[in-house]
């Protein structure tokens, strides 16, 4: 075992919300040492980087979070849909978000919010091939469908403040700008 | 104003722990829709993309809330130190965790992490000029210094899950292939 290695040994719940739980929890180092740490459990969430030829595929709402009413983000969800895969919550969230399908899906991985506090995990995927979904959006006057033109991807990647997003459209603009 | 400006009307604390808060909070939308939000409220945090010639400094820890012994990030810390800037913080930070100060610094902007739940903001930094730090670093068994080689990169890329380190190991990428 390594100086690293460390086993959780309990904890309570202190708040049960909507969306996070947090918790105390204890772990115990190989080496004997006890330690607890506060942590926001958070259900996981999926992003989509979605552009046909000429545009990505973005919405712009409000986020209370923030105090923003305009917050440029990559279609997304809540991992919420018991028993769906990421891949499937994602292809939800693409229809009802922009009232897209898409014809071609690709994983961008996966990556950890923010792992100093929280267990939250964002799976990342392209989609392209896009077209009309069968079922319409939903209707929500809040989000604002935004096509951004893919010739003016660096100004797009200044502008964003989103984590899932600002990682995708990076990984987008990398397999563009350097040839993948 | 637009359908998607809202202002705060109250809320209330559910539980203020050791380093987030968790608030519901009230906002009245322009067209008169009152919503509630769960909000987990945290100090914000830096970042420290590190580099030389040759390779990019890195810190590999045990991270309890992932369950994870091995999270390779780059060096950081949170906002809680009163009285100084992002810069001053990360300048701190770099020294703690890794031994090292730098002669250019430089931003790379800042992102929410997870701006559907929380206002948690990340400061990300750039950091050059690398020469060892006037104090040491602190003393903790459990964080492992890793110099990666930049010849590297895209590997290391592929196999870190830390949104932060993400992000600022992609805007490096970005600056090197692409002849920035």
Redesign the interface.
Known sequence: M?????T?TGGET??E????T?R??R?R?ADGEE?S????R?PG?VGIVAHDEEHVWLV????????D???L?TP?G?LDLPGKTPLQVAQVELAEEIGKAADDWESL????????????V?HLFLARGLRDAPAQAQDN??I?VVTWPLARLDELI?E????KT??GL??L??RR??GR
Request: glycine share 6%; aromatic share 10%; net charge negative.
């Open positions: 390594s100086e690293r290695d460390f959780a202190m708040y919300g909507r969306i996070v947090v105390i929890e772990f180092f330690v740490r506060e942590i926001v958070h969430a712009r709402q409000p986020r209370e979070t923030v105090g009413p305009d917050v983000e997304a809540k991985g996966w990556f950890w919010s923010s792992v100093g506090i929280s267990d939250e964002v006057e809040r604002e200044a964003v403040r989103d984590a600002r990682i990076l990984e603009r990398h700008a350097c």
